[in-house]
């Protein structure tokens, strides 16, 4: 495996693995009647986890809309 394939693939499941674990670990905090500071760092992290990701696919998702009116303006 070469370098860049294993950069991409620690990059590709990087996310994953930090909202898998942070999402078990509150599960946890709560299941366990951990105090309420942790249970309230816990999901604060995971809000902005969430929320960095909702951020970046709506990113996403308008440029590639751009980019598809752009196609459709330049045969129409």
């Known amino acids: 495996m070469t370098l860049n394939k ?7 499941l990087a996310r994953p693995y930090a909202l898998i674990a942070v999402g078990t670990a509150t599960a946890r ?12 760092a816990a999901g604060i992290i995971l809000i902005a986890l969430y929320g960095a990701r909702s951020l970046e696919n709506y990113g ?3 440029e590639a809309a751009k980019v598809e ?6 045969h129409g």
């Open 60 to 62: 996403q998702r308008r």
């Open 29 to 40: 905090a709560i299941w366990t009647g951990a105090d309420d500071g942790s249970i309230t």
């Open 6 to 12: 294993f950069k991409s693939l620690v990059g590709d």
């Open 69 to 74: 009116t752009a196609k459709a303006q330049s």
